[in-house]
């Protein structure tokens, strides 16, 4: 795998994940939440923001995670002897992801089991 072929996959895997690391802290952040919400319901777009980010999300962890594990499979066919500190940063922010969206949603699990 060329060198360029591989940054651009890398930044396949690392943009969307940091995309949602970024939007889960405008989601969840300290009083901006609230904010973000109010300002999107009186632009009347909140029904269509909701779902767009759930589909984003799962879509975006998806593919990510698809484009991960081929650039593995590849590289280990290809090029056995190059090091893998760029996969190691791209695998490590996708299991960081992976634990922080297991996490949120046995919170919401567990917040829709309270009652």
């Known amino acids: 795998?060329?060198?360029?072929?591989?940054?651009?996959?890398a930044m396949l895997v690392r943009?969307?994940?940091i995309i949602n690391f970024v939007l889960l802290l405008l989601l969840i952040g300290p009083g901006s939440s609230h904010r973000l919400y109010l300002a999107s319901k009186r632009a009347g777009v909140a029904n269509l923001i909701g779902p767009a980010?759930?589909?984003w999300v799962v879509v975006a962890t998806l593919f990510a995670t698809a484009i991960f594990i081929w650039m593995r499979f590849k590289k280990s066919d290809e090029e056995p002897q190059q090091s893998a500190k760029?996969?190691?940063?791209d695998g490590v922010l996708l299991l960081g992801w992976?634990?922080?969206l297991i996490f949120l949603c046995l919170y919401a699990f567990s917040l829709g089991m309270g009652g």
């Open 98 to 100: 992976w634990i922080v």
């Open 15 to 17: 943009v969307p994940i």
């Open 53 to 55: 980010i759930q589909i």
């Open 1 to 9: 795998m060329s060198n360029s072929s591989s940054r651009s996959g």
């Open 86 to 89: 760029g996969a190691t940063f």
